[in-house]
Each structure stands twice: as C-alpha cells, then as structure tokens.
C-alpha cells in the first residue's frame, strides 16, 4: 500500500511539472455564494506542492522503518498523514479562499491527529490539544479576513481580489482584514508569541516532526504571507508586523534553542527561529513595493533569500530531524546530556547532522551558506532604505539579524558535536548503539545531497522555482511577458556580509566552546514559562468558569429543563407576537360550529381538567390517551384521514410507550405543597396555551401569503403520480425533510438503546 | 412486564394480528393513492408487535419474531438514503423520483414508484426505531 501511495506521489510530483503555469481547474461547490473549488499553479503553489510531495514521499519512506509494524496503528497514521498532504496541498493550490480556508482547518486537524498518534502519553495529548487550540484561533481569524475582503470585494477568489488591491487600499476595514490574515499567518508558522506550540508538537512521531513541524505545514503561514503580499504589501503595518515578528522571532528562537537539551526540542526551537527568518525577508521584501522598478531593485534580494531559504531549510532540516529520529531510535533517547561520541557507532548518521547542522549554521559550501549571505543582503539593505522611519530604526535589523546568526550557529554545533562527539556513555543508554538499517538512512542522505548540490549550483533552482515563485509574490513589478532574473553566486567579493558571517563564525565558536559556563544566564530567564504557565492558565480558567456556568442550569432534572423550554417558547413567540403587532382575530372565515365539534370540544376540556386531578398516574395517561383520541375525531370531522388514522395510532403507541415505562417512574407526588413549584406550574402551562392559542387565531384571520395547498392539488398528479396529497408531500415533495426526520429519529432510537444499556453494564460492574 | 393470564386477549390476538399487519401492508402499499404510507403503515405494524407485547411477555414475542430492530433501522435508512441517492447515477438531483405503469397478465395495471421504495425505507425505520424504544425500557427493570 504505502509503495502505490509512494509511486503516487511521484507521479503527481511529475505532472506538476509538466502542466506549467496558470493552471486552472473548477468544480462547482456553492456557485450561489461563489465557493468553488478553484485550483491554480502559479510559481507559488508550484514550489510548495514540490515542497510538500517531495519531502511527502521521502518521510513516507523514512517512517516504513521509523514505525515498528508490528506495534504501532500504522493504518491510522499513514491515513492521518495522507490526509495532512492533500489538505496541504489543497491550500496551496486553491484560488477560492474560502476553500483554502478549510483545506488550513484541515491541516490542522491532520496534525492535531499525528501529534496525539500516541495518544495514551499525557504530553502528546497536551500538545496535541495546545496546537489545535492555537493553530485553529488563527484559522478563524482567518476565516474573519477573508470574510472582510469579500465585504470589500465581493468575491472570494484570489486572483479576482488581487485585480483590486488598489481599490481596497483605502477602505476602513483594510487594517483590520490585514490583522486577521497575519493573526493566521503568525499562529500557523509558530510566530512570537504563538510558538509555544511547536515545542510541545515535538511529541509526534519524528517523521511527523520532520514533515509537518518543520518542511510543510508550519510554512503554511510563510505562505499565507506570500500570497498576500500583493495584496497588503504596500501598508506600513504589514512592512513593520510581518519583518518586526519575523526577526524577534528568529533571535527569540534561536536564544532559546541553545538552552534546550532535548535533541527535538533544539530542532523545534531551532523551527521557530528559521521561520522567523523568512517571515522577515517576506516582511521587508514587501518594501519593494514602493521602488517601482525591476532592474537594480535591491530589495527583491529579499524575496529571492526567502525562497531560496525556504527550500533549503526545508532539506536541511528535514534531514537533521529525520537523523535525531535516527538517534532517538538506535540509543532510545534524545537527551543531550546523556548521548556523546556516537561518531563511531553512526558514522553515516554523523555525516548527515554535520552537514546538514553546518548549513543551518551558514557555512560554505552548503546551501545555508548561500541563503545565510543572502539573508545579510537584504538585512543589510533595509538601512538604505528611506521610507517607513527605517532611516532611524533600520539599522535593528541587520544587529539582531546578526546576533541570532550567533545563536543560530551555537545550537548547530550544540547538535552535532554533544551528539556526536566527546565522551562516549554506555551506562546512560537503553539500547546498545548501532547503525541505522538503509532503509532509514536513505531519506536523509537524499536531502543532504540536495543541501551540497543546491550549495554548489544554486542557479539550478533560480528560473525554475524561484522565479515564478517571486513573480507570485511580487507581481506588481513585472510587465507583460518579464520574469524575475535570479542569480546566485557564491562569491561577492570582500564584502560586508562576508565580514558578518566570519564574525559569526569567530563569535559563534567562542561561545560554543565557554557555553557550558555562561549557560547558567538562562535559569534566571522565565519568560519562556511565563508564555506557557499565562496558556496554561487560560486554559484551565475558561474550563473551570464554563463547568460552573453550566452546572448551575444543567441541574439533571427534567423539569427544569421543561420549565427552561416552555419560559423560552412563551417569551419569544409573545414578543415576536405584540412586538410585531400580529395578533389578529377576525370571525370573517369561519364556518358554523356543528354539535360534534362541541361535543367533542367539552371532551377534550373535560379530560384535561381531570388530568389535574388525577390521583394516580394510570389515570393520567388513560385520560391523556382520551385527549388524544378526540383530537383524532376532529381530524375526522375535518376531513383529514390521513392526519385522523396517524394521530389515533400515535395515541396508542404513546399510551403502551407510557405503560411501559410506568413501572420505572417514581410515586406521583400528589401533594406537592411547595407554592412557587405549582405556581410555575401554573404560570407556564397557561402561557403556553394561550400562546398557541394567539398563534392558532391570528394564523387563522391573517391571509399574508396565498396557501401553498393549491400548487400541490395541481401537481400531486401530475409531477408525482401520486393521488394521495398529504403521502406525496411526505414521500416526494418534501421528501428530504422525511429523510431527515427518519434519520433523526433512528439516531434518537439509538442513543435511548445506548442510554438504558449502558447503565445496566455499568451496574451490573459496580 | 410480568407474565400475564389473560386467555382471551392471548387467543383474540393470534387472530387479530395477521389482519392488523396485513391491513397495515395495505395501508402502507395504499399510501401513495389513498391515505396511508409509511409512515402509519410503519406504525400500525408497531402497534400490532406492542399488542403481543401486552399480551403475552417480552421473551416470548422476542422468540417468535426475533429481529433485531436496530438493524431494521438501519437497512430503512439504508432504503430512503439508497433510493434517494440512486437518482444521482441518471443524473438527476438527489431525491429525483421515477414511475411507471406495469402491465401484469391477470392484476391489470400495476403503478411502480420509487417513491415506494423510499416509503418502504420509512417504514422499517419507524418501526424499527418504535419497537427499539420500547423492547429497551421494557427489558429494562
């Protein structure tokens, strides 16, 4: 199964390639509100769906040997992770955002799934339950923007929308839509202060971790940003929230992760920070906006670093994940502290992490080198720009750009060299370490060999993926027919970038090796728990307040509920009565009153009054079961069989129901003395008989609409072959309410089966 | 409920019950010309299979008409949602009902409606879902 699924992915990898640019493919969904499913390749959505059937296909691969067969549902998760891919690449596809929209909802569901996979662990149910909350918040905000953008453009397709990004640019909801589609930006990529759900997301299985925590779904929101881009990119805000988050993201991540110990939680740590890093070159890339020219428009660098970087985080942590997972498997943990000199035992796993570790570090020749450089650019270029204040405070960001490169190449080595090297302990190991089998190791040797090929031809991406990639991004600054000329080029000279880096690496290793001392500064920091306790803390207060709301209505007893139905009934329905002013009464339509209709009308009065003094509950139901049966005689009277043999079979069903559950009720309790019991009573069965009553009047003396009975006495016939109104209504006609009903009431049936024989299981164990 | 003794009730209604669930068949067969349908029929069958019920006690009914009724629901539901759904192979909405007459040798014409097939999904769900209710409360003491 998981070989066709595999070849399956390769196919679609190829297909993609083939069909080219501006696909477009649509099936009707909701035509009357304009949802459909729209699918469009653009560079964009092709450099993702790449990115996710590719990585898709290697971590399918990974985790046949990552998950034993023998012990693990594996059905349930390659269900779960098949589902994550096709979501995924649903969203990057679709070009109807509100199908977008629930193709992201669908993502995160995936992976609220893959990280509860083990479910019987308390911590993968926390963090599970953590990025479902967070991520789903986002999706809803979300979900807000773009209802906003159809108030504003009335349409919900993107390409549609992005034809009138100047129109909106003014208009007074554009801030707050540009707010809520970053809110879902920042919570899905895991931006400051959202993140805190990445770390615990750890728990999934490692190849879930590689997959969707680290190459696809968190850059769902990197994507997200991208796309709209043209759209927003010109505001101030959107220049300072997405460049502003993104790099304090970066530094905050990167600060954190060399404090971590755990192998996953470095590389999750690590996650946050890198998506910072392209979040702040989408950020300041969106500047280019405003210098309207291709050629030497420096900023589009940024765009170009946030690309490229995105792909190449993508192979390098991917494979440093997918090789901690190999660690994880072959030693039975993760723990920095206690794993050392592995170099011997993995020799092959070691050169995966190096490699990958040193270009997450930016070191040449790798692909993170290249980026890293690039990155620099574009930070460094943000001081000469001379729009949004940036003459005073450009100059933050190439500094802190700079100082989470430090950080970032400390934990690189953090990862590797504790792992890898120094001393080797036996004693604090589960397992006796070995090599891992081919079967895992070749995922991981694919990607690092794209991280060393993309390092040493980068240009082998630039036309194919990056172009038509910044065209999507930036398609304001190309006329008819132009694309984006990306080069890269490995070496620029002595400049200042090249300096930046050397720095890095001179400061970096200095750290590295005294980190062991100045690690201690940490303890005194507990902001990252401060996050974690204040969601915590939310968490447990909005259970505990809505546990007591509730309780102090859901009381168990069904007469409160009754009591809560019928004060609602009468409430609504007298409002809506005077409030409107349409109580009517008029006696202009009334036919002459026979002497069976009052007969039986001084029956049925007299049986409900001898209900209320009913002193047994054998003569209560007798005498309901009268009532019943002379409504029966009316419909007789009026000429309705159908109604008349319904209503008299009902009765007799109801009354041995009644009967049946006799032997189960309490005692009446005749004499209930409390007075504002029976004054309830009272006060609501009155209510609702002169209600209905009202209702029955003013329905009988107001003519608003013509009857509709007159269009089924034609068309019965002639539609339905049926002679039978009132069964062609129920069968044809109006043949989904039936459906419906049925359905509602087999479920009922079934929860009243499950109710009653479930607590007999339960007493017969207690 | 409690073993009952009451010989008349118990020998009237080994008689009456072929009539109520055929007049019932009839009734639900009749539904779609003469009052009648699914709906009542369903009823009326349930009705009868509750008259046993008083008469003779709940083991007994459950050996001499041993179904299982929450199956029953669901081959209904299977009927109405099948039956409806069987319109969207030709192309048309969901719900799309067909008829046609039939000419048998001896019978005459014979009237053959989808909308039968869909009643008859109404029919076993009601009661299946009546006779679920009532065998569950009262096998429960």
Request: one cysteine or more.
């Amino acid at each position: 199964m998981v070989c066709v699924t595999f070849t399956y992915f390769i196919v679609r990898l190829f297909s993609h390639f083939l069909t080219g640019d501006n696909e477009w493919e649509m099936i009707n969904w909701i035509p009357s509100l304009g949802i459909n499913f729209t699918a469009k390749v653009d560079g964009l959505g092709l450099l993702f769906s790449l990115l996710i059937t590719g990585i898709g296909a290697l971590v399918v691969l990974y985790s046949i040997y990552y998950l034993a067969k023998n012990k693990e549902k594996l059905n349930n998760f390659y269900v779960y992770l098949l589902l994550f891919m096709a979501a995924m690449l649903g969203v990057v596809l679709s070009d109807n955002l509100i199908v977008m929209y629930a193709f992201w909802e669908l993502t995160s569901f995936s992976s609220f799934l893959l990280i509860g996979y083990w479910y019987e662990r308390d911590k993968s149910r926390y963090g599970a339950q953590k990025s479902m909350l967070i991520t789903v918040f986002g999706g809803l905000a979300m979900l807000g923007g773009i209802i906003l953008l159809y108030i504003m453009t009335g349409t919900f397709s993107f390409t549609e929308i992005m034809s009138q990004a100047n129109e909106i640019f003014n208009h007074a909801l554009f801030v707050p839509t540009l707010l809520c589609i970053l809110l879902a930006a920042f919570t899905k990529s895991a931006q400051f202060p959202f993140y805190i759900w990445l770390p615990d997301a750890m728990e999934a299985p490692t190849p879930v971790s590689a997959y969707l925590h680290s190459a696809t779904m968190v850059k769902a929101g990197i994507y997200l940003v991208a796309r709209f881009t043209p759209v927003f990119g010109e505001h101030i805000l959107w220049f300072w929230l997405v460049s502003g988050v993104g790099i304090l993201t970066m530094i905050w991540g990167s600060v954190f992760a060399v404090k971590q110990t755990d192998l996953k939680a470095i590389l999750a740590f690590s996650t946050v920070s890198q998506l910072g890093l392209i979040m702040s070159l989408l950020g300041i890339g969106s500047a280019a906006h405003h210098y309207d020219f291709l050629d030497e428009n420096i900023f589009t660098v940024a765009v170009t670093a946030a690309i490229f970087h995105l792909i190449n985080h993508a192979t390098f942590k991917g494979s440093l994940f997918m090789a901690a997972g190999i660690v994880d498997h072959e030693t039975g943990t993760r723990d920095i502290r206690k794993l050392g000199g592995l170099m011997h035992f993995m020799p092959i796993t070691f050169t995966i992490s190096i490699i990958g570790a040193f270009s997450m570090a930016g070191l040449p020749p790798f692909n993170g080198f290249l980026s890293k450089e690039m990155f620099f650019t574009a930070m460094v270029h943000v001081t000469e720009m001379d729009i949004f204040n940036l003459e005073t405070w450009g100059i933050l960001f190439p500094v802190l750009a700079w100082i989470a490169s430090i950080f970032t190449f400390i934990y690189s080595m953090i990862l590797v060299f504790q792992t890898f090297t120094g001393k080797y302990q036996p004693e604090k190991l589960d397992k006796k370490p070995h090599e891992a089998p081919m079967g895992l190791l070749i995922s991981p040797i694919i990607l690092v060999s794209l991280v060393i090929i993309f390092g040493l031809f980068p240009n082998l991406l630039s036309d194919s993926l990056i172009s038509p990639a910044m065209g999507s991004i930036l398609p304001s600054l190309l006329g008819a027919g132009e694309e984006f000329k990306v080069h890269i080029s490995f070496w620029h000279g002595p400049t200042i970038e090249l300096f930046m880096t050397i720095g890095v690496i001179i400061l970096g290793l200095v750290l590295y090796k005294t980190h062991s001392r100045w690690k201690k500064i940490y303890k005194g920091i507990p902001e990252k728990l401060a996050l974690n306790r204040f969601y915590d803390f939310v968490l447990e207060g909005l259970q505990s307040v809505s546990y007591k709301l509730t309780n102090t209505y859901m009381n168990g007893s069904i007469r409160s509920y009754l009591v809560y139905i019928f004060a609602f009934l009468i409430v609504i329905l007298a409002a809506t009565l005077f409030g409107k002013n349409a109580f009517m009464f008029s006696t202009s339509n009334v036919s002459s009153i026979g002497v069976y209709e009052v007969a039986l009308a001084i029956l049925v009065v007299l049986s409900s009054i001898c209900i209320l003094f009913a002193k047994s509950r054998m003569t209560s139901i007798i005498l309901l079961g009268a009532v019943g049966y002379t409504v029966s005689l009316f419909y007789v009277l009026f000429r309705a069989p159908d109604l008349a043999l319904t209503q008299l079979v009902i009765e007799t069903i109801s009354v041995a129901l009644f009967l049946v559950c006799f032997y189960h009720l309490p005692k009446l309790r005749k004499f209930e003395t409390r007075m504002r019991f029976r004054l309830i009573n009272a006060l609501i069965s009155v209510g609702v008989g002169a209600i209905v009553t009202l209702i029955a009047l003013s329905a009988h003396s107001s003519k608003l609409f013509d009857s509709i009975s007159k269009y089924y006495v034609e068309n019965t016939y002639t539609e339905a072959a049926g002679k039978n109104m009132v069964n062609v209504i129920l069968v044809d006609f109006r043949g989904f309410d039936t459906l419906f009903e049925i359905t509602v009431l087999a479920i009922a049936s079934l929860g009243i089966f499950g109710m009653i024989k479930l607590r007999l299981n339960r007493r017969k164990e207690g | 409920m409690r073993k009952t003794n009451n010989i008349i009730l118990e020998t009237a209604i080994k008689v009456l019950l072929y009539f109520i669930v055929l007049y019932s068949v009839y009734i639900f067969t009749a539904g779609h010309y003469y009052p009648g349908g699914g709906f009542i029929g369903g009823l009326m069958t349930a009705g009868a299979i509750v008259l046993l019920l008083i008469a003779y006690d709940i083991k007994t009914v459950e050996e001499f008409l041993p179904v299982n009724y929450r199956i029953l629901t669901a081959i209904g539901l299977l009927f109405a949602i099948g039956t409806s759904a069987g319109s969207l192979l030709f192309d048309v909405p969901f719900l799309t009902h067909a008829f046609g007459d039939v000419q048998l040798p001896i019978l005459g014409k014979l009237s053959l409606h989808t909308a039968t097939l869909f009643d008859l999904g109404v029919y076993f769900v009601v009661v299946g879902v009546t006779m679920t209710i009532i065998q569950t409360i009262g096998e429960d003491e």
